[in-house]
């Protein structure tokens, strides 16, 4: 969190010393042994005894970019403590949420564990994994239902002609009905012969075949 560059006098080695013990448990607390934010430790560290930024640097503009985060997010989660709003604040200004691999302003040597502790990247890591398998699931389902639907879509279509089909036999056996009725008539009446009796019987058959 601090400069790469050692202040004049402390080798890089007791400069890396330094800033890990800054963000061990001892160093995150304050002179009343409470435990100190991110942001908190972030603004110890750059600022002189008498509360000043140093100079040369942008760390005043920073800060103020993060307190006024902290507000934002405070209206989002009020149930949230200053702590985990100003932590919170501090990683959505200097990193947009995201702890890089290797860390800026720590000089060489230092990973992302040594600074925010196994059990945060354990964390990290978890939450990372499970969004990328809600991603994948998310994926995975909306294919399916786009199977699904064009499924229903297809058995839609072959209904309706299933249904058109059905009306169509419906008119031709009602038709082929009527005709064989008359052909019946005819026979019954003397009017008719064998050759249209066998005609008839045709007629049925097609209507069977329907």
């Not at 009020?78 to 702890?99: R, Y």
Request: include cysteine; hydrophobic fraction near 30%.
């Amino acid at each position: 969190m601090c400069s790469a560059t050692p202040p004049h006098g402390i080798s890089s080695q007791n400069w890396v010393k330094l800033l890990k013990y800054w963000d061990s448990e001892k160093g995150k607390e304050d002179e009343h042994g409470e435990k100190m934010s991110l942001l908190a430790l972030w603004i110890k560290a750059h600022t002189g005894k008498d509360g000043s930024f140093l100079p040369g640097t942008v760390t005043e503009d920073f800060v103020d970019d993060a307190k006024a985060k902290v507000e934002q997010l405070r209206l989002i989660n009020p149930s949230k403590s200053q702590q985990e709003l100003e932590d919170e604040a501090f990683e959505l200004t200097m990193h947009g949420g995201e702890i890089p691999d290797r860390p800026t302003g720590y000089g060489l040597g230092v990973r992302k564990s040594d600074i925010y502790g196994v059990h945060a990247l354990l964390r990290k890591d978890g939450s990372r994994r499970i969004k990328q398998r809600t991603v994948v699931m998310d994926s995975n389902v909306k294919e399916e239902m786009s199977a699904l639907h064009k499924k229903n879509e297809v058995l839609e279509k072959e209904n309706e002609k299933l249904k058109d089909q059905v009306q169509e036999n419906n008119i031709l056996l009602k038709t082929l009905i009527g005709q064989f009725s008359q052909i019946v008539g005819g026979v019954n009446d003397g009017k008719g012969s064998t050759e249209l009796l066998n005609c008839a019987k045709s007629v049925l058959g097609v209507t069977n075949q329907q």
